[in-house]
């Protein structure tokens, strides 16, 4: 099952950061916030990425490109010019970097990679959100109710998308993206959907979180898995902060790989 990376917005909210890299590239722990999206589901078997690029693509192409050699043992020769890796430090990880378009929306970039998916089902995530959500249950939960879509229900403080869940079915009955003074649960970014999804995107300008969650919901075809345990967007500094502060702890609870 191939997982789906939205890498490609401009980060605006953190822009202390994103002026000079994409927002997935802002390190936590010396290591890019993507870089800990990856370990999470690979955790869980799923080591085949897309990553949708927009703004600063270069900078995560030029990431992967270079992987191995900065994560591995190195013999350089200068003279020769040559360079050998002593002690590959990579994972098992295959990863197809597709450039959704530097003005694309949410759904616009999803809508994109469409021709690269080549099962019935895949997992969506941003590449600003870290969790210690079991992925695996996530999958499983998803093929039991055979709907389009299926999104981690969580429970921060409310800025973000609410769900409003039909407690028997786990279907959601009604999606508002961004309410005010509303709390409840939020959509958390992590969702696996299947192919259906691609007809309720129009195209570049599609915001997923608007028009195809709305109808999905509406539809019936919109599930929540409700997870109760670590959630944390890297949406500004504060938030980098505090995951930094997390990573500097005997055991970040996100870290769910060894």
């Known amino acids: 099952m191939k997982t789906i990376i939205l890498a490609g917005g ?7 950061e994103s002026t000079v890299r994409p927002k997935p590239m802002v390190e936590i722990g010396g290591k890019p916030i993507l870089w800990h999206i990856m370990q999470m589901y690979s955790h869980y078997g799923l080591n085949d990425f897309i990553i949708a690029l927009g703004y600063k693509k270069e900078i995560i192409i030029d990431y992967f490109l270079n992987f191995s050699y900065y994560n591995s043992d190195l013999r350089i ?8 890796i002593l ?16 003005d ?3 759904g616009g970039r999803l809508k994109r990679v469409e021709n690269y998916i080549d099962s019935d ?45 039909d407690t028997p079915t786990d279907e959601v009955i009604r999606f508002r993206e ?5 709390s409840g649960f939020i959509n958390g970014g992590f969702m696996v959907l299947d192919k259906r999804i691609f007809s ?3 195209g570049d300008s599609t915001v997923f979180e608007n028009v195809p969650m ?19 967007c890297l949406d500004t500094l504060r938030d980098k902060h505090v995951l930094e502060n997390y990573w500097k702890s005997s055991k970040p609870p996100w870290k769910v790989w060894s």
């Open 10 to 16: 401009y980060g605006t909210r953190i822009s202390e």
């Open 77 to 84: 020769d200068l003279k020769e010019h040559s360079s050998k």
């Open 87 to 102: 002690k590959n430090g990579s994972p098992d990880w295959k990863i197809t970097l597709v450039d959704t378009g530097a």
């Open 104 to 106: 694309s929306m949410t």
């Open 121 to 165: 089902n895949f997992c969506l995530t941003y590449g600003d959100g870290v969790s210690d959500i079991n992925i695996e249950h996530l999958v499983s939960f998803h093929k039991k109710h055979g709907k389009t879509a299926t999104v981690a229900a969580v429970q921060p403080p409310g800025r973000f998308g609410i769900l409003t869940i």
């Open 178 to 182: 961004k309410p005010e003074d509303e």
């Open 200 to 202: 309720y995107i129009d």
């Open 214 to 232: 709305q109808r999905l919901a509406r539809d019936r075809e919109l599930v929540a898995f409700r997870h109760s345990g670590f959630w944390q």
